[in-house]
């Protein structure tokens, strides 16, 4: 057997190209377009080129972004007020606001993610976008886990009445992931478990599972003995490791080649969950713009 491919990267070019649609209508209606504004904290590498894959994406639907850059020496305190003044369009129309992830150790990450308000929280972290989610009435789902959830619904891959099992229980991904596959509707209706680095005998769980989820951020930490034959695996994790000539290399949390020899289907890293991640923040910052704009 060897696994169906779910090519995340077609899948989110196809989002995309529906979004540069309904986003022309929104700047035709409302004479202005949707704007993200994204704080970035420090100079990590991976989060500045994070967040210029998403400022292009944006670029590509319309949408108008910009990217307002803080040392890292920054005080949550400093964060909070930034954040309070983007939300006051202090630095232009601010649809959408993201924090990009990691912050600096010392700063309070809850209370910086906090301090974003509820209708333009984009990212899905706000207390109260998740409260919605998890009464059943979505407004910001957290980017990666809807992503999830529309590359199953797009793959064809039955939820209803299977059993998911997701290894990584955060607030960003597992978490939500669980309540939208045990929702009602298209995606949802599945029985689902959620482990985590206390569960006892992992594999013993995961080779439960029709539709397996990896989100622990462990290298290869799912194995092709820990897979049932022909389940969907979906692979969250994005580690960097050495390669053979010791440049980095970007792997998933699933052992791709062994595991793509017992499933059905597998998400590949990168190329797989990435890419929908973007192709939901930009559907969140449509959303954002339409709320404000009272058509949502």
Do not use: W
């Amino acid at each position: 057997m060897t696994a169906t491919l779910l090519d995340g990267r077609a899948l989110a070019t196809r989002i995309e190209t529906s979004l540069q649609g309904e986003v022309d209508t929104f700047a035709t209606v409302f004479h202005r377009r949707p704007r993200l504004v994204v704080v970035l904290v420090g100079d990590l590498a991976a989060s500045g080129s994070y967040v210029k894959s998403k400022a292009a994406a944006a670029g590509r639907v319309g949408i108008d972004s910009e990217v307002v850059r803080v040392p890292a020496s920054a005080t949550t305190e400093e964060l909070v007020a930034l954040v309070a003044a983007i939300a006051r369009d202090e630095h232009g129309p601010a649809d959408g606001i993201l924090v990009q992830l990691p912050l600096p150790e010392h700063v309070d990450t809850v209370a910086v993610l906090d301090a974003v308000p509820p209708d333009r929280d984009v990212d899905g972290f706000h207390p109260e976008n998740a409260g919605l989610l998890s009464q059943g009435r979505p407004r910001f789902v957290p980017c990666t886990a809807a992503g999830v959830q529309r590359m199953l619904i797009d793959a064809g891959i039955e939820t209803a009445g299977r059993h998911a099992v997701i290894v990584g229980r955060s607030d960003i991904v597992g978490k939500p992931l669980a309540l939208l596959l045990a929702s009602r509707g298209p995606g949802g209706d599945a029985t689902v478990t959620i482990c985590h680095s206390r569960s006892s005998d992992l594999a013993a769980i995961t080779r439960q599972a029709d539709i397996l989820v990896a989100a622990v951020g462990r290298p290869r930490l799912v194995t092709a003995d820990m897979v049932k034959p022909g389940a969907a695996v979906i692979d969250v994790g994005i580690n960097r490791i050495a390669g053979p000539d010791g440049s980095g290399k970007l792997v998933g949390d699933v052992d791709f080649d062994a595991v793509r020899a017992v499933a059905g289907s597998i998400s590949p890293v990168p190329g797989g969950v990435g890419p929908l991640t973007v192709a939901m923040l930009l559907a969140n910052t449509l959303l954002a713009a339409e709320l404000r704009a009272g058509r949502g």
